[in-house]
């Protein structure tokens, strides 16, 4: 397979015996730093330029920071890792995911799917409720990151509840300890959501996960996790649910569905 990958709007087409040193901007200092970390996965390198590797690796090598660098790779698939969540938090920096609709899950950058007014009416709705009724008792996210870093995950949960304050997330994102519940509202992604998506939370402990499956008008409420999966899996069509941490705290699951036509 052929990659190709560049740093700015410009060509140079560079060869290693015609180079002498490399000059770089610190934005191009960030994605190097970035994908410095991937070293070891190219195989076969044609022709130099924005290798896994600091530029005084890369001997006779004379450009300007405006130049766009261009390398021709073969990639070993058995080679490939997974971004880390560090990776992934300096491309965002960088403005290289500016346009993207993706998060990160198991060091892959994953599409997400567009919003639906289904979904964005439910997901409006569970958060502006959660965040009257908690008020002061926890920090309620809408559709915002959370850090799973030893899977090298970062996804963005239609809902968090996370214990704290806003202040106490300046810096960084909630982390499972941090995790009360996440839901996620369901439409096109109710399979990765039923699979991945549960596979991922129930593994790194967090707590309570709900399922909002919109064609099925129904929330999955899984609890208790272990390994894999949680040990409590129970579907609710009607009636009220309300998180395992503040079981005063009620929705009424027809709430979270359109009216059912007459």
Known sequence: MVT???????????????????????????????????????????????LPRPPAAIPGLRTSS???????????????????????????????????????????????????????????????RYSKKLDNRAVVRDSKPITLRHVHSEPEPDLVIA?????????????PDDILLVAEVSKSTLRRDSTKKLELYASQNIREYWIIDLDGRNVRVLQHSKGNSYLYDETFHSDEIAPAAFPDVVIQVKDLFPPEAN
């Open 163 to 175: 214990s704290g304050v806003p202040s106490d997330y300046w810096f960084r994102n909630p982390a």
């Open 66 to 128: 405006t130049c766009t660098l261009t390398t021709t790779v073969q990639w070993a698939d058995d080679d490939i890792q997974p971004l880390s969540v560090d990776d992934y938090h300096a491309l965002i920096e960088t403005g290289r995911l500016d346009n993207s609709r993706v998060e990160l899950l198991y060091g892959q950058l994953v599409r997400m799917a567009p919003h639906s007014f289904e979904h964005t009416t439910a997901t409006w709705i569970l958060n502006d």
């Open 4 to 50: 190709f990958f560049s740093l700015h709007t410009r060509t140079a087409h560079i060869t290693p015996a015609r180079c002498t040193h490399l000059t770089m901007s610190s934005s191009h200092r960030l994605i190097y730093g970035a994908f410095r970390r991937l070293q070891g996965r190219f195989h076969g390198v044609e022709s130099v330029a924005c």
